[in-house]
């Protein structure tokens, strides 16, 4: 199962840090100077709940912008709202009629609006199933 991260920040580089070390296909989509960082540094796991080896750097496969090939099976999108349309134009490529679209998306409310505009940019390809917890449990 091939698994595609878009946004490596805090959570999909978080997310996408455990699966790497979990044994699974990741790659990050990234941009040049992301990918420099990434690199060079690798993602690291700090703080409170961090296991004993997640302070070794994670070296993941990384793909530029533009260069994607294939679908993958999983995309976890986890971008701000000021990228979402960037992001999602960017990872189009990847997605085929099977690929299974994880948003973690900030900033966006998770608005119908939104949703409707991943599916109209992502050309109907993906089926989105939202939830929005209860504030009041």
């Not at 420099?36 to 994670?58: C, K, N, S, T, Y």
């Not at 990847?94 to 949703?115: D, E, M, Q, Y």
């Amino acid at each position: 199962m091939t698994i595609l991260v878009v946004g490596a920040g805090a959570t999909g580089g978080y997310f996408g840090a455990r699966l790497a070390r979990a044994g699974r296909d990741v790659t990050f989509l990234v941009r040049p100077h992301r990918g420099g960082q990434l690199r060079e540094h690798g993602l690291r796991i700090v703080g409170p709940g961090a296991g004993a080896d997640d302070g070794q750097a994670v070296r993941p496969n990384l793909v530029p912008a533009g260069e994607l090939a294939e679908p993958a099976d999983v995309v976890l999108l986890s971008v701000k709202a000021t990228a979402l349309d960037q992001a999602i134009a960017e990872v189009a490529p990847a997605v085929g009629p099977r690929t299974v679209v994880v948003p973690f998306l900030s900033g966006t409310a998770n608005n119908k609006a939104t949703i409707m505009e991943m599916k109209w940019l992502l050309h109907e390809k993906i089926q989105l199933y939202i939830y929005k917890p209860s504030i009041n449990g």
